[in-house]
């Protein structure tokens, strides 16, 4: 009986690691539609299985939105929204070759 407690409460433990990860990887498609420009829709789940790393991108260790730091106002960071998020974008598609870097691949009316 003892025994199968313990395991029970290691199968609970398991379980919710599990819930836990699964839940931090946000969301698989986000609709940008901040820019006049147009919408640009990022397949986060593709991005995270070509790009390991979280921190390429969700470079300060937590998982918040870039412009919470990136912001129209001095948030902190100096760079504004729209070169932080240029920068990581078109930055990694130049250097990897690879990936949309004309302004229309992106933002699509
Ligand atoms: C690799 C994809 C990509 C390319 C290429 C790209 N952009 Fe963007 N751009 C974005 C993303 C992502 C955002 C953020 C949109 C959002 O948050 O809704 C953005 C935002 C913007 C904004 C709005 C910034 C703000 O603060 O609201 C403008 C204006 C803009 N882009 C213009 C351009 C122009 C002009 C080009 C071509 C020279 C271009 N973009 C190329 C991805 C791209
Ligand atoms: C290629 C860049 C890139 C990679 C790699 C990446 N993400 Fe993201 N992620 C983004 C962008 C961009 C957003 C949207 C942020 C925003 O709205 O400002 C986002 C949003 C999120 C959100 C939702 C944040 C919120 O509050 O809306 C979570 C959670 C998240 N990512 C987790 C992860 C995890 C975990 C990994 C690694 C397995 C990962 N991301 C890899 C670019 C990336
Ligand atoms: C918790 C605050 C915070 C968040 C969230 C954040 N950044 Fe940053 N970022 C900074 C700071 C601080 C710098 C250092 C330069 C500065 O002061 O602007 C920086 C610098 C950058 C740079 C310049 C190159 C580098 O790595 O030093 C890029 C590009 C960038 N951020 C993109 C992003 C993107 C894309 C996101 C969202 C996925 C994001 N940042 C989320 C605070 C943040
Ligand atoms: C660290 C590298 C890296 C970063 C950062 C990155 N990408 Fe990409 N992206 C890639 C690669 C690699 C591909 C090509 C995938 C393929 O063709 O298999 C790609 C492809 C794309 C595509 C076309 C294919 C698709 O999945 O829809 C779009 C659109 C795109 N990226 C948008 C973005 C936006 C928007 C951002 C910033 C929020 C971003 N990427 C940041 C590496 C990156």
Known sequence: MKKLIVLLIVAAFVGTA???????????????DKA?????????ATHQGNVP?????????GF????????AKDDGAKIKYKSAIHDNCK???KE??????????CHVK
């Open 18 to 32: 599990f819930i836990a990860v699964a839940q931090d990887k946000g969301p698989a498609v986000i609709k940008m």
């Open 36 to 44: 006049k420009m147009g919408v640009i829709t990022f397949n986060h």
């Open 53 to 61: 790393d979280c921190a390429t991108c969700h470079h300060t260790g």
């Open 64 to 71: 918040e939105t870039c412009d919470s730091c990136h912001g």
């Open 91 to 93: 930055g990694c598609h």
């Open 96 to 105: 990897m070759k690879k990936g949309p870097t004309k302004c229309r691949e």
